[in-house]
């Protein structure tokens, strides 16, 4: 069972509001992007109850997807209290998603 709820335009800020939250921005077709999919997921179940994470398709949500400037696939955003606090474009190992998770909890 996925932890990590799709968003969309319309309950994107609503969603984030409850922070801190990873937010992976993604297209179906994008290889490398399945890849991150399943250390996110493997990474939600670790941080279950501290970090909600959520999943935004950019070909479902392009204007969202072009609000945020979101030009790369995978790409990964950081929120607390609203605020971008980190993003990371392309793919990256479940260590260095992991220390983004760390810095953004504050610890």
């Known amino acids: 069972m996925s932890m990590?709820?799709?968003?969309t335009q319309d309950n994107f800020l609503e969603k984030i509001t409850?922070?801190?939250s990873v937010i992976?921005?993604?297209a179906e077709w994008c290889s490398p992007c399945k890849l991150v999919s399943k250390t996110l997921e493997k990474l939600s179940?670790?941080?279950?109850?501290r970090v909600k994470f959520y999943k935004v398709?950019?070909?479902k949500n392009a204007t969202l997807a072009a609000d945020l400037k979101i030009s790369e696939f995978p790409t990964?955003?950081?929120?607390?209290?609203?605020?971008?606090?980190?993003?990371?474009?392309g793919t990256a190992k479940a260590g260095k998603?992991?220390?983004k998770?760390?810095?953004?909890?504050?610890?």
């Open 4 to 7: 990590i709820e799709e968003l």
């Open 18 to 20: 409850n922070s801190p």
């Open 24 to 26: 992976d921005f993604y």
């Open 45 to 49: 179940s670790e941080y279950d109850g």
């Open 57 to 59: 398709s950019v070909t």
């Open 76 to 89: 990964i955003i950081f929120y607390k209290d609203l605020e971008n606090i980190d993003i990371q474009h």
């Open 97 to 99: 998603i992991k220390e």
């Open 101 to 107: 998770i760390d810095a953004l909890l504050g610890g």
